[in-house]
């Protein structure tokens, strides 16, 4: 059952704050219900899919150097003159 | 001019001298400006940096040089997949202003053999939704008919392409997002295989899922763009070295001696009825090309919605953490605020399906919860691969209708979002168990609405798929799209 209380609960774990909690109470909770059709299936397995891959399959960890083609990444971020990213006050 | 012309009859006029690159892209253009105000494809047109390297191929073709396989053939890209130096947008507010440092592996490769992007295109915000409905940019049109819907989330690839604003356009799939478009739009697309194209500069959604697909008007030109795009990268280590190279040639092999099943649970009850007749129609036409049909059973396709919106909306829900509006993003000023209040407040920017979809992944990953929905979802993730694997050991093949219902209008059901998630039923098991599927336009309803029928193969089996696709292809023919 999704209730205000819950609602608040997600919104604060993925960060939104939400303009219209009643739909999405409602919404959310309509679509939940659907997934409660997972209960009736039968499972004769309680494996779920994986692959293996070989530790020497996996590229070398080495460093690349970034080709910013004379255009430096920082030019394409939120900035101030100073050429520093602001970021909210941790408190 | 005409700009309807396939991806290979584009590279044989300009080899034989017969249209200049510049020509085709600069009639390309015009058309785009006289039909956007009705279609709003694209989000970011890149005209004048397409139009010099148009003028550059032609000098090259004059002068002999060497020149790509595809000769400034003009492709548009969905506004998810990274090309540097444009906007990716997502559709969401949050990428507003979003310039791509680099370029993703797939436009590397296609700029390499001189295609040409004329711009990106839109879609659902984030790739989450199946209309093109849910973009920050407004909802994409149906070049059949401009009240309906287009499909999603590659909305803007299959309108773009259907509409003759290019020859191909590439889009990504993650729950039928290439096939639902193409359907809708009367134009082939294909979903392959997992880990045969490279997600690298994919703006990330659903890791497991996903992949890049190319949407086309013709089968041949699929072939053509994923000779190209597949294979192994370095940059995803999910991708394959592709042994089977050589798609385009032998597409004429026909269907004959094959067999194909038609997936009971995507064929009976629920579907349209003119899809439904499509459906049958598309079955003999291929029996009469000497192919064997033969129902095939796949019972636990039943839970595939509940499965794949729970994997998704997970995946989802972790993948759009990072989005905070400080590096980039839209203009709101974060002086004053403390950190997780701002957060909060610029993050409600996302539209309403992203929020749902965060919304439920956070809850299926919640403490209490993982062991009811998101690991069950994992298991019918595997019943599902293990019965295709069987089905597989069985037919060649395997046929259904690509969506179950005709396109539908604009805004009739954006706000029932179940009703939406229940109508990729068709397209989502692709998906959950990592095979090929490929839609193909089969037939235009009484109303004038596409109709396309999904063929799909075993997992790097896309040489057999595109044969299949091709034989449906030909057995039919079509009328124009009426833009």
């Not at chain 1, 460093?63 to 100073?82: H, R, T, W």
């Not at chain 2, 309108?159 to 604003?165: F, G, I, K, Q, R």
């Not at chain 2, 019918?380 to 219902?405: E, G, H, N, Y």
Request: glycine letters at 8%; one cysteine or more.
């Amino acid at each position: 059952m999704i209730d205000r209380k819950e609602i608040e609960h997600l919104s604060d774990l993925i960060k939104v704050e939400l303009k219209d909690p009643e739909k999405y109470i409602k919404q959310v909770e309509q679509i939940l219900n659907y997934f409660d059709r997972l209960d009736a299936v039968d499972f004769d397995s309680e494996e779920t899919l994986r692959k293996e891959v070989k530790i020497d399959g996996l590229r070398d960890d080495k460093y690349v150097p970034f080709q910013d083609n004379g255009k430096p990444l920082i030019d394409k971020l939120k900035k101030d003159p100073n050429n520093y990213i602001r970021a909210p006050k941790m408190v | 001019m005409n700009l309807g012309i396939s991806a290979t009859e584009f590279i044989a006029q300009v080899k034989a001298g017969m249209i200049s690159v510049e020509e085709f892209l600069a009639q390309t253009f015009e058309r785009i400006k006289k039909i956007e105000p009705q279609i709003h494809a694209f989000i970011t047109l890149n005209e004048n940096v397409a139009m010099v390297q148009a003028k550059d191929i032609d000098k090259k073709i004059k002068a002999k040089e060497k020149v790509g396989a595809f000769f400034g053939m003009p492709i548009s890209v969905k506004d998810n997949i990274c090309v540097e130096g444009l906007r990716t947008t997502c559709a969401s507010k949050m990428l507003d202003n979003f310039v791509s440092p680099y370029d993703a592996t797939v436009i590397t490769k296609l700029k390499s053999e001189d295609s040409i992007i004329v711009g990106k295109v839109n879609l659902d915000e984030f790739a989450m939704g199946s209309t093109t409905e849910f973009s920050y940019f407004g909802p994409t049109r149906n070049p059949w008919n401009t009240e309906y819907v287009p499909g999603g989330s590659s909305g803007g690839s299959g309108a773009s392409v259907s509409s003759m604003e290019c020859i191909i356009s590439l889009g990504s799939d993650t729950g039928g997002s290439v096939r639902s478009p193409a359907s809708f739009c009367s134009v082939v697309g294909l979903k392959p295989t997992y880990g045969l194209v490279s997600r690298y500069g994919l703006i990330s959604y659903s890791n497991s899922i996903e992949q890049i697909g190319p949407i086309a008007r013709r089968v041949e030109d699929i072939a053509l763009v994923l000779d190209i795009i597949s294979g192994e990268d370095p940059r995803d280590n999910t991708t394959v070295s592709n042994k089977t190279v050589g798609y385009a040639k032998d597409l004429n092999a026909g269907v004959s001696g094959k067999k194909i099943g038609i997936i009971k649970q995507m064929t009976g009850e629920g579907l349209d009825k003119e899809v439904s007749s499509a459906t049958n129609k598309a079955i003999s036409k291929l029996q009469s090309l000497g192919a064997q049909c033969i129902e095939i059973s796949l019972d636990a396709v039943e839970h595939s919605v509940e499965a794949y919106y729970t994997i998704a909306s997970a995946e989802a829900s972790s993948n759009l953490a990072r989005y905070d509006n400080i590096r980039y993003g839209f203009d709101y000023s974060n002086e004053g605020f403390e950190f997780k209040a701002y957060i909060s407040k610029v993050r409600s920017n996302f539209g309403p399906e992203v929020t749902r979809r965060m919304l439920l992944g956070a809850f299926v990953l919640s403490a209490g919860y993982y062991g009811k929905y998101y690991l069950k979802a994992q298991k019918v993730r595997t019943m599902i691969k293990s019965q295709i694997d069987d089905a597989f050991k069985k037919v060649d093949l395997l046929l259904c209708p690509t969506m179950p219902i005709l396109p539908f209008k604009i805004g009739e059901k954006v706000d029932d979002p179940l009703k939406l998630y229940l109508s990729d039923i068709n397209t989502i098991t692709a998906n959950l168990s990592g095979i090929p599927a490929i839609s193909v336009p089969f037939e235009i309803s009484n109303s004038g609405l596409p109709i396309g029928i999904q063929l799909l193969a075993n997992s790097f089996e896309e040489k057999k798929l595109l044969q299949g696709a091709y034989a449906l292809q030909e057995s039919t023919k079509l009328q124009e799209v009426p833009i």
